[in-house]
């Protein structure tokens, strides 16, 4: 991928209708892409957006490279299966870049139960639902021959002091018994929940470099710390107004947070080729929320628990075993 073109280049970003997924797709949009599939929860939304792109669009690139598809739920599998199953046979995707998902707030843990297993609810819908997108691309024979698949990170897989623990587990059944709702006297806290389901997707990451082929390219990466994104979504309106109009203000001027358009340009760096190998974990410097990209492996020593990655691997395979690839 990294020696084809951008306008020969075709991408999918899934949630690319808010946040960081709009303002990535508008930035690779002006960089004139050859094509961009534009993976939303609904088409409706996806063509709300595309529409903004190019209302705002300072280039003349046609809007036909921007391409609207629907029924990217990353909580309902069925739904991604018919929603990958319309896409065109025709044209192979180079990129893949997974950053739908969001927090979940509450007191209590939810699950999604699917395949007769019972996921911890943040987890499937910011790691699973992706590896499902992934997995029917690659039924449908979807993608090109040297793809590169980016997994959005998060600084709380590596802890966040007086925001977010760091993520720990003793052994592959803790893990297990925590992802599975059967661990003794676990509670439930939002952010040590996300945090946690970002650390899962970089046990992901590392298990399927492990397994790529020549060409292919896995790469966990988390931009830093970035306000106004989605993941608020789901908070009570007055907690969120305080959040994204004073605490993340704050965090701004402190120079701890950054808006949704500066963390899509260093995506677009990692979607470009120039940021990112194979296997990477990547985010900001350890106790930081921002500052220049570094090897995160080392701030915790999950990332690296064989144990632990194909514990997590196995569970994904046991909610969802791959498919033969339909030719």
Not at 72 to 100: C, G, R, T, W, Y
Request: glycine letters at 10%.
């Amino acid at each position: 991928m990294k020696n084809k073109s951008k306008q020969n280049t075709r991408v999918l970003i899934t949630g690319a209708n808010g946040g960081m997924g709009l303002e990535t797709t508008k930035i690779l949009f002006e960089k004139g892409y050859g094509s961009i599939i534009m993976a939303c929860r609904t088409e409706d939304k996806a063509k709300v957006a595309k529409n903004k792109i190019l209302q705002e669009a300072e280039s003349n690139n046609g809007g036909d490279k921007l391409e609207t598809y629907g029924g990217f739920d990353m909580n309902a599998p069925e739904a991604i299966e018919k929603a990958v199953n319309v896409l065109p046979v025709h044209q192979k995707i180079d990129v893949v870049f997974l950053q739908s998902g969001g927090v979940i707030f509450g007191n209590n843990f939810e699950y999604i139960n699917f395949n007769n297993k019972k996921i911890e609810k943040t987890i499937f819908q910011n790691v699973i639902g992706g590896y499902i997108v992934l997995q029917n691309l690659k039924r449908r024979n979807l993608l090109s021959e040297n793809y590169r698949v980016i997994y959005a990170g998060g600084e709380g897989a590596r802890g966040i002091p007086g925001m977010m623990d760091k993520p720990t587990f003793n052994s592959p059944k803790i893990l297990r018994d925590y992802i599975e709702g059967n661990l003794k006297g676990q509670k439930y806290h939002d952010m040590n929940a996300m945090g946690t389901s970002k650390l899962m997707s970089a046990l992901l990451v590392a298990k399927l470099a492990q397994n790529a082929q020549q060409g292919e390219e896995f790469i966990w990466f988390t931009p830093g710390l970035t306000y106004g994104t989605n993941g608020l979504a789901t908070k009570p309106a007055l907690e969120r107004w305080f959040l994204e109009n004073i605490g993340f203000t704050i965090m701004k001027w402190v120079g701890m947070a950054q808006s949704p358009v500066q963390a899509a340009q260093k995506y677009v760096s990692a979607i470009d080729g120039i940021r990112g190998e194979n296997g990477d974990i990547l985010g900001s410097p350890e106790k930081k929320t921002l500052g220049p990209t570094v090897d995160q492996k080392p701030m915790n020593t999950a990332f690296t628990d064989q144990g632990l990655i194909n514990e997590f691997y196995a569970i994904v395979k046991e909610v969802y075993p791959e498919k033969e690839i339909v030719q």
